[in-house]
């Protein structure tokens, strides 16, 4: 019955991945939009982080021998008031994500499942990278006040993050 309560919950936990790389897809049109290309490229890179998540799960649950099964994807915000609006919102969705992981890992310590355990616990690691990032971020936005020179330069500097695909699937 736990194990059947874990397909669904890994499930659930693909969609939320699938939703925030959705969410970070939107920003990235956003920032597009308000031609700020280092945010937007930052975004992008954010994006295919979380369908890597996804796919990470993905593999989990079919490797187990459970179905993956495919809800659809909510509809993502499409405008912001600002930069530091748009990056308020990414540290609070980062931070639903967590409490999601959390729930998850409970789980698996109540049913005593070790695989989803070990599992779990990149994604509790990935969550307190994903967090204090994007806390950084927004500590530089919230000091910039909207200024055009620190703007430039946080622009500037976002452009510089590049995504490194995972080397194989099931890795770490
Ligand atoms: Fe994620
Ligand atoms: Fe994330």
Known sequence: MISKKMETALNGQINAELYSAYLYLS?????????????????????????????????????????????SIEQPPTKWKSPLDAFEAVYRHEQKVTGLINKLMDLAIKGKDHAANTFLQWFVNEQVEEESSV??????????????????????????????????AGEE
Do not use: C
């Open 27 to 71: 920003m990235e049109a956003y920032f597009e939009s308000e031609n700020l290309p280092g945010f937007a490229k930052w975004m992008r890179a954010q994006t295919q982080e979380e369908v890597t998540h996804a796919m990470k799960i993905y593999d989990f649950v079919n490797e187990r021998g459970d179905r993956v099964t495919l809800k």
């Open 135 to 168: 806390d950084t971020v927004l500590q530089e936005l919230k000091r910039a006040e909207g200024a055009a020179g620190a703007m430039f330069m946080i622009d500037r500097e976002l452009g510089q993050r590049v995504f490194t695909p995972p080397a194989t």
